[in-house]
């Protein structure tokens, strides 16, 4: 009697229990999924890929990369480039340049190049090369000579009838320094200037007559030393030229440029 007596109680608490949790199960099974949907509030344009097209070639640009020849600012595009002969300020008074804004070198020239600026760089982080010419097609050659042959000038330029110079085999650079404000460092010429003035061969006898002064020659001495290391050789009638092998190797290992 007193099991049945205390069994009924917890009958009708077991009872009671699952009934609350089914009916509990039923009410959590009956809540509807809502589904998440996209409106165009809730959706983010994709922003598109921007590709920036390099700025087309010039004619002369495209028929130096036929030859195989090198953009140095594809190299490096630290280094500043200025071609003088794309205007009538040169000592021709002509451009000689009417469609080509790059300067070009051989690849072997190039690449030396590279390693003149990196020097500089190491030598004052704030400085940049700035390139003047490089390589000149033997017609833009031609050009040049016709201007100075019969004139005292005739000797500062390579005769083309007996195969041209460095230039014309992309193994030479007229160069100079630009300082950190863009300004090109004082050499006591400007580039081009044809004259005793702008030969290496006495500089202390220039400063000491006054044609250049003290800070000048020091700036032709960076320079002469951030070529050198580079294996440029420089050209005792210019300060801004510097050859990356001599004629005679040029002729027997490289190619003139048409």
């Known amino acids: ?14 009872l009671t229990g699952c009934s609350f949790l089914s009916s509990h199960k039923e009410e959590k099974e009956s809540i509807p ?16 890929c921007s590709t920036v097209s390099p700025p087309e070639r010039s004619e002369m640009a495209l028929y130096m990369d036929s030859l195989g020849l ?5 190299l490096d ?12 300020d040169n000592f021709t008074g002509e451009v000689l340049y009417d469609n080509l ?18 020097v500089l760089k190491r030598l004052h982080p704030s400085y940049s090369l700035i390139i003047y010419d490089a390589a000149r097609p033997i017609s ?15 000797k500062y330029v390579s005769n083309p009838n007996r195969g041209g110079g460095l230039h014309n085999y992309g193994l030479a650079v007229d160069i100079s320094i630009q300082d950190s404000l863009g300004q090109p460092l004082p050499m006591g ?33 960076l320079l002469r030393k ?33």
């Open 101 to 118: 804004t790059e300067a070009y070198l051989h690849p072997d020239a190039a690449y030396a190049l590279i390693e003149a600026q990196k």
């Open 140 to 154: 833009v050659q031609k050009k040049m000579w016709n201007v100075v042959k019969g004139t005292s000038k005739y």
């Open 189 to 221: 010429t400007k580039v081009d200037h044809l004259g005793v003035e702008a030969h290496i061969t006495d500089e202390i006898g220039l400063v000491h007559n006054g044609k250049i002064s003290e800070t000048e020659r020091q700036n032709r001495l």
């Open 226 to 258: 951030v070529m050198k290391e580079a294996g440029f050789r420089a050209l005792p009638s210019e300060w801004w030229h510097f050859n990356f092998c001599s004629r005679d190797v040029a002729k027997q290992k490289y190619k003139l440029i048409p």
């Open 33 to 48: 999924l809502v589904e998440y949907e996209h409106t165009p509030e809730n959706i983010q344009p994709r922003e598109e």
């Open 1 to 14: 009697m007193i099991i049945l007596k205390y069994s009924l109680p917890i009958l009708c608490l077991l």
């Open 77 to 88: 595009s630290s280094l500043v480039v200025k071609l003088m002969y794309t205007q009538a």
């Open 70 to 74: 090198i953009n140095i600012a594809d």
